[in-house]
């Protein structure tokens, strides 16, 4: 995967959270900018549709402000799929990410819930850990995680979710729960933590990535993820909604 997903990961896959469920169409849109250390580094957009069963999604990552002075970086992604009880299947995933100094491409499409990687350029040798695609039953694309969490959901369903994500090569988790009441609102405690794939020194330099979510009602017994924080590799991070 990109640098742009090891830049950014620890604090936007955080937002793999509760997914509601699929009942009627519904059509999602939202911009989260990105701080780290209270300096605005990028942004985060996002829009998808559910009709019916059947979910399509795409998503910009992009750095802004002082951090795009020094390199620009970019991610697009789309993702296909189906969505059945709150559960999110993807069926094909692409992206296309730019860092500065380098252009990628990655490609996963699925059989019965099975990630199968198709295009991951430019190729990486193979190394020990690597993570074996077939094993990877019933994991969540990067861009998928993201749509399932920035879904407006109902009050019962959120803080209450454990997910397992799968980019390619490496393998993560996230846990929500502990839902506490905040500001007419609530607030989640979460963790992100690095599971398999990743290199000794990414492992040694942090595996355990602890976050907050807040959440606030937007009627019909519905609450909205509006921002999320978390202590990142390069300190303090947050995500919020415009």
Partial sequence: MTITLRFLAPLAIS???????AGADQKDGAVFDLTLKGIHA?????????????????GVLKSGGLVALVR???????????????????????EDADTGKRQSQSVMDYRAGVPQVKVYNP??????GDVDPATQGGTVDPLTALYAALRDVPKAEACNQKL???DGRRRSQVVLSDPNPVNGGLACVGE????????????????????TM?????????????????????????????
């Fill in 192 to 211: 992100y933590r690095r599971i398999e794939g990743f290199s000794e020194k990414e492992m040694a330099e942090k595996s355990r990535f602890p976050f």
């Fill in 42 to 58: 990028g942004t985060l957009s996002i829009s998808g549709a559910i009709e019916g069963h059947s979910y399509a999604v795409s």
């Fill in 123 to 128: 190729p990486k040798s193979p190394r020990p």
């Fill in 15 to 21: 937002l793999i959270l509760a997914a509601g469920s």
């Fill in 164 to 166: 397992a994500l799968f």
């Fill in 72 to 94: 620009k970086v970019r991610y697009d992604a789309r993702a296909v799929g189906t969505v059945s009880d709150g559960r999110f299947t993807p069926a094909r995933y692409e």
């Fill in 214 to 242: 807040t959440l606030a009602p937007i009627g019909d017994g519905r609450m909205r993820v509006t921002e999320i924080s978390m202590d990142t590799i390069y300190g303090k991070g947050r995500l919020k909604r415009r």
